[in-house]
């Protein structure tokens, strides 16, 4: 699976939309593109995913670029609750990589007052 | 909604003794799978099952065991807890990859801290 990156940590005012990068430069033509979240001592909470086209679901909407090498996952309306580690993975689907799932350092989010 | 089920979240047991680890989920998926996550080190895939009675050995099978008697549920085994298990354990499920156009998105539970002491 290819490599993504993320920034470190970011942060943002409640109520306003939280915009999340992710760069996968080296992706390939059918590797889907997941998001996680990772809530403090929880296991981690499946947003959304894609492959070519921009998704969006109740909880985030994820814009996928062109080149496909870059994308953002949006929170549009961000709460406390929404503090979390986020992370990008991208992943083909199939039985050749069954369970596998590699989370890199991801990007802390805060969410502040 | 998707639901995977951990039984315990909070487990403290001493070394050498049997643990069990157990996990249902009620989307009739496929595969289950059993990781442990640890600071530093991400999430490690310990075993996994594409069907009743099956396994297959992940990344760090060594010093665990699973059984799959039902579909809907995957239980994992320490036969002789030692302290380097310490961890967060999560079980996950998903559809097999070739089943939905949409794909085989991993759900987790809610984990299980264990501490051997």
């Known amino acids: 699976d290819a490599k993504t990156t993320q920034p470190p940590s970011m942060d943002c005012a409640e109520g306003r939309a939280a915009n999340l990068p992710c760069n996968h430069s080296?992706?390939?033509?059918?590797?889907?593109v997941y998001w996680y979240r990772q809530i403090h001592s929880q296991g981690p909470q499946y947003i959304i995913h894609?492959?070519?086209n921009n998704e969006t679901n109740e909880m985030a909407s994820l814009i996928i670029t062109e080149d496909r090498k870059s994308s953002t996952l949006i929170l549009p309306h961000a709460t406390l609750r929404d503090t979390a580690v986020y992370y990008c993975?991208?992943?083909?689907?199939?039985?050749?990589?069954?369970?596998?799932?590699?989370f890199g350092q991801g990007t802390t989010l805060q969410v502040k007052p | 909604d998707v639901k995977v089920t951990q039984s315990s979240r909070y487990l403290v047991k001493r070394t050498g003794e049997k643990v069990f680890l157990e996990c249902v989920q009620d989307?009739?998926?496929?595969?289950m799978f059993w990781y442990r996550q640890d600071p530093g080190l991400g999430l490690r895939l310990i075993y996994f099952?594409?069907?009743?009675?099956?396994?297959e050995k992940g990344d760090i099978p060594e010093g665990y065991s699973v059984s799959r008697e039902k579909k809907e549920r995957f239980s994992l085994i320490l036969e002789s807890a030692s302290t380097n298990q310490t961890s967060m354990y999560l079980c996950?499920?998903?559809?097999?990859?070739?089943?939905?156009?949409?794909?085989?998105?991993?759900?987790f539970g809610e984990g299980s801290w264990l501490t051997v002491v």
């Open positions: 099952s594409y069907d009743v009675k099956m396994k």
């Open positions: 989307m009739d998926h496929e595969n």
């Open positions: 894609g492959l070519k």
């Open positions: 993975i991208v992943r083909v689907h199939g039985s050749s990589n069954t369970g596998k799932l590699i």
């Open positions: 080296t992706i390939s033509g059918n590797e889907y």
């Open positions: 996950a499920s998903s559809t097999p990859g070739d089943r939905w156009a949409s794909g085989n998105t991993i759900y």
